[in-house]
């Protein structure tokens, strides 16, 4: 839980500068635009960072709902938040899905196959999304991995070993 506490601070701090820094520029100012990019994926990163408890859970729906003002709730926030209050609940390994993962970790750009009986997972180094498929990797606890694994080497993810 440690972990998870340390890695939200983190990640709420780096968006509350970021933030800060944006609403402190001048209408028009040169880097108005850059600072608002920088603001919004520092709130991306937030929202998908796990939540260590049921208070940074509130913050990351209205985090959400803010985020998505104008457009339809973002999946990939539903989809995180929905983990977390799983996870809170005590109900994280028994709705643990493989599959839905492996698409989450694919659409952050993560690369995966299986070799011997070792699952390898990794980001291509020009890869915007790493830092979130570190953070996917780092959800994956044993018997998750395992199932990752498995589920990879059915659909024939596999490299022969020569």
């Known amino acids: 839980m440690e972990n998870l506490r340390g890695a939200w601070k983190a990640a709420f701090a780096e968006y509350r500068a970021k933030r800060a820094y944006s609403d402190a520029l001048p209408s028009g100012a040169d880097d108005e635009d850059e600072a608002l990019d920088a603001y919004?994926?520092?709130m991306d990163k937030l929202i998908e960072t796990p939540a260590p408890d049921l208070d940074a859970v509130s913050v990351k729906f209205e985090m959400a709902i803010d985020r998505c003002?104008?457009?339809?709730?973002?999946?990939?926030?539903?989809?995180?938040?929905?983990?977390?209050?799983?996870r809170l609940a005590g109900h994280?390994?028994?709705e643990f899905d493989p599959l839905a993962w492996i698409e989450r970790a694919k659409e952050a750009g993560a690369t995966m196959f299986v070799r011997g009986e070792q699952l390898w997972i990794g980001a291509l180094l020009d890869a915007?999304?790493?830092?979130?498929?570190n953070r996917l990797t780092a959800e994956l606890?044993?018997?998750?991995r395992d199932a990752v694994?498995?589920?990879?080497?059915?659909r024939g993810l596999i490299c022969e070993e020569e």
């Open 40 to 42: 919004c994926e520092a």
């Open 69 to 86: 003002q104008d457009f339809s709730f973002f999946d990939c926030y539903a989809k995180a938040i929905a983990a977390d209050l799983r």
């Open 92 to 94: 994280d390994d028994t």
């Open 128 to 133: 915007e999304n790493a830092d979130v498929v």
């Open 141 to 144: 606890d044993d018997a998750k």
């Open 149 to 154: 694994r498995d589920a990879l080497a059915a």
